[in-house]
T-cell receptor
Framework: GAVVSQHPSWVICKSGTSVKIECRSLDFQATTMFWYRQFPKQSLMLMATSNEGSKATYEQGVEKDKFLINHASLTLSTLTVTSAHPEDSSFYIC?????????????FGPGTRLTVT | GQNIDQPTEMTATEGAIVQINCTYQTSGFNGLFWYQQHAGEAPTFLSYNVLDGLEEKGRFSSFLSRSKGYSYLLLKELQMKDSASYLCAAMDSNYQLIWGAGTKLIIKP
């Protein structure tokens, strides 16, 4: 159990275009999902917290108009990188929080490698 | 502020034992997580501790001392495939994960 999928696994797009990444919890409901970015040889950086049915909470320095997050259902959150630029090239990873009683666990999707040319 | 400290890099020998330490300071505490991340891949969940003590799972064990703000991940009978980064993360009072920078573990034959 506790499987999180991400689609696509990798994408190459041209500068100025938009890219949508989907994150799904396959066997549990996730009221909260998280979007991270990771540059090579660096640690995970939390971009935003996505809550089902409400607006996402963005971390300081993350442009909410550039990185659009929609958590439309208890199993799906999407991240859209609008007007992508080469500096947006990175590894984007989502995770979904599962609650078991009073304990919370967080599971990651396999990640999406974005290259903007 | 909130802070997680863990060593940047460690080296160990195949078949040996290695302990990766993590200290944390968070606003409130709702548990300590360890994840393994191979290069180019997403992190995978290893363990979760919320009570003091040792949790054993096969070759991997995780220990927590809440009073000391300290945890360690113990890896036994090291295999070459254990070469990876190991991420320590503490969950704060808002149930948000605060991440360490990760410990790169290098296994030598």
């Amino acid at each position: 159990g506790a499987v999180v999928s991400q689609h696509p696994s990798w994408v190459i797009c041209k500068s100025g275009t938009s890219v949508k990444i989907e994150c799904r919890s396959l066997d549990f409901q996730a009221t909260t999902m998280f979007w991270y970015r990771q540059f090579p040889k660096q640690s995970l950086m939390l971009m935003a917290t996505s809550n089902e049915g409400s607006k996402a909470t963005y971390e300081q320095g993350v442009e909410k108009d550039k990185f659009l997050i929609n958590h439309a259902s208890l199993t799906l959150s999407t991240l859209t990188v609008t007007s992508a630029h080469p500096e947006d090239s990175s590894f984007y990873i989502c995770s979904a929080r599962r609650q078991e009683g009073s304990a919370y666990e967080q599971y990651f999707g396999p990640g999406t490698r974005l290259t903007v040319t | 502020g909130q802070n997680i400290d863990q060593p940047t890099e460690m080296t160990a020998t195949e078949g040996a034992i290695v302990q990766i330490n993590c200290t944390y300071q968070t606003s409130g505490f709702n548990g300590l997580f360890w994840y393994q991340q191979h290069a180019g891949e997403a992190p995978t969940f290893l363990s979760y501790n919320v009570l003091d003590g040792l949790e054993e799972k096969g070759r991997f064990s995780s220990f927590l001392s809440r009073s000391k703000g300290y945890s360690y991940l113990l890896l036994k009978e090291l295999q070459m495939k254990d070469s990876a980064s190991y991420l320590c993360a503490a969950m704060d009072s808002n149930y948000q994960l605060i991440w360490g920078a990760g410990t790169k573990l290098i296994i030598k034959p």
